[in-house]
């Protein structure tokens, strides 16, 4: 089989009742519970205007730098639910994906969501739509169709791993990558952080929060409390 061009249409999934619960808590609360890590670079933007967060197995596509002939691909093969992710080789100097594209994605596939590690186009209308969509930026520069790429191998995006199958979730804080193997054991660790969470900012709101533990920090690790000015 050529390396470069394999298609893949068949995936390890995730349990879907996992991804639904997933799809309730905030990306920040569960990348901190596998400790901190996950959350892809903030070059990776959210782009669109949804009014729920973006919740999916991964549909990875690794397409060669500004070219879009392997996301073609991915539009035939994809399925309801899924969130295409895409790795453009770091390029940024083509759109690998538009309005013409997007259409058929939400409309005929019904995705989850879209993720890609380069720009897009068509932005004067996708900005509104409801339909998750993150990239890094935009230029009316257009892709080529040659090839090669990839469909369904591991990728990486905004400078994380992502298997497909993983579960990606979005919301305007940016996207995260949770390991399929891994997500049924992490799910209720991050439902309860969430609840922590909210009631510590709750405490903040009162005033009530104990902030004792500072204190205790910045002693341990030698740092000076001055009541003085700062003088050059
Ligand atoms: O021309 C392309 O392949 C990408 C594009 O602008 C669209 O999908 O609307
Ligand atoms: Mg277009």
Partial sequence: MQVGKRIYLKR??????????????????????????????????????????????????????????????????????????????????????GEVMMTWLRDQRHVAGVVVDGPMRDIDSLQN????????????GGPYKEGPGEVNVPVACGNISVYPGDII??????????????????????????????????????GTADLAWVDDALKDKGFNVIDDIYRP
Avoid at 51 to 60: I, K, R, V, W, Y
Wanted: net charge negative; charged share 25%; hydrophobic share 40%.
């Fill in 129 to 140: 739509w409801k339909l998750p969509i993150y990239a890094t930026g935009t230029t009316p």
């Fill in 169 to 206: 979730l979005g919301d305007p804080d940016g996207v995260i990558s949770i390991p399929r193997k891994e997500a049924a054991e992490l799910l209720p660790k991050a439902q309860a952080f969430h609840k922590k969470d909210d009631a510590k900012a709750a405490a903040f709101s009162k």
């Fill in 12 to 97: 390890e999934m995730p349990d879907l009742k996992v991804v639904k619960s997933f799809a309730k808590l905030p990306a920040s609360n569960v990348a901190d519970c596998m400790e901190r890590s996950n959350a892809m670079n903030p070059r990776i933007q959210l782009m669109s205007n949804p009014d729920q967060e973006m919740c999916g197995p991964a549909f990875t596509v690794h397409t060669r730098a500004g070219d879009n002939l392997a996301i073609y691909a991915a539009l035939k093969y994809c399925h309801p639910g899924d969130v295409v992710v895409i790795n453009d080789e770091g390029d940024d100097t083509r759109a690998v994906i």
